[in-house]
């Protein structure tokens, strides 16, 4: 049996995707630019990591209409603080939804002694914003480490967000599973070593889960621990 669950959190506790999306566009039109991200471009941008690091890129890839040029790392810093808080109160608003058996599988897994945690690319406060709009005040203890954001230098793919959750809770990789929704998530998790179970999201249904355990449509009607025991 596994000794915990590890969660990513964008697109696989809830889909949140497009409420981060709806944030980066209020923020661009607070700070007076003309930048508009659609869904077609946001499901490419995804494939940058991290809301910095992922506004820095296109504006790399802009041939006009860039960002104030002078400190451009700290506009970008400040830029995605009102991005996050204006994302904050949307999930606070009850704009984010846990999507299917989420909360079954987290209060069932913690009724049966099974440990969680989260590990993430997305801001510790978004994290906070969601936990809390769909547990109330106790949403965060139900995880015993929550490992988000900029805790790490180099963000998903890369395996150090679920390296340092490991790290947290102290065990092997083989004894833990990670549900996540993206390949980037996907590629992290098992460069860490840990079995995966993938429930893709509305802006990642079509990549590639070859590495998964498990790949399935939601956690609906999902054994998560028989999953695992059979293949061990
Ligand atoms: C998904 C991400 C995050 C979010 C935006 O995180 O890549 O960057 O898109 O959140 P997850 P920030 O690992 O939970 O799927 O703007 O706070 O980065
Ligand atoms: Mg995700």
Redesign the pocket.
């Known amino acids: 049996m596994p000794k915990a669950i590890i969660f ?5 506790l809830a889909e ?2 497009d409420l ?1 999306r709806k944030a ?1 566009n209020r923020a661009f039109a607070e700070y007076g630019l003309s930048w508009h991200w659609d869904r077609s471009l946001y499901r490419d941008l ?1 494939e ?7 506004i820095r890129h296109y504006d790399d890839q802009q041939i006009a209409d860039h960002l104030p040029a002078a400190d451009r790392d700290r506009f970008i810093r400040e830029m ?1 603080g009102v ?2 808080g204006i ?1 904050t109160q949307m999930v606070a608003a009850g704009e984010a939804h846990l999507r299917p058996d989420v909360r079954e599988l987290i209060e069932s897994a913690a009724a049966n002694g099974l440990r969680l945690a989260i ?5 510790l406060p ?1 994290v906070e914003a969601l936990l809390g709009a769909a547990f109330g005040t106790r949403g965060m203890d139900y995880f015993e480490a929550v490992c988000a ?1 900029d805790v790490v230098a180099h ?2 793919p890369a395996p150090d ?1 679920y390296l340092m959750a490991l790290e947290e809770l102290g065990l092997a990789a083989s004894d833990c599973i990670a549900i ?3 390949r ?2 996907l590629l992290s998790a098992r460069q860490a070593g840990i079995p995966t179970i993938v429930t893709p999201g509305i802006y990642t249904r079509d990549q590639d889960f070859t590495e998964a355990m498990l790949v399935a449509a939601s956690l609906e009607g999902i054994d998560v621990l028989s999953t695992y025991s059979e293949n061990q």
Do not use: M, P, Q
Request: net charge negative; hydrophobic share 15%; glycine share 14%.
């Open positions: 990513d959190v964008d697109g696989t949140t995707e981060h980066f995804l940058v990591s991290g809301g910095k690091e992922r995605h991005k996050t994302y590990a993430t690319t997305t801001s978004n954001g963000k998903k967000i996540e929704d993206s980037n998530g």
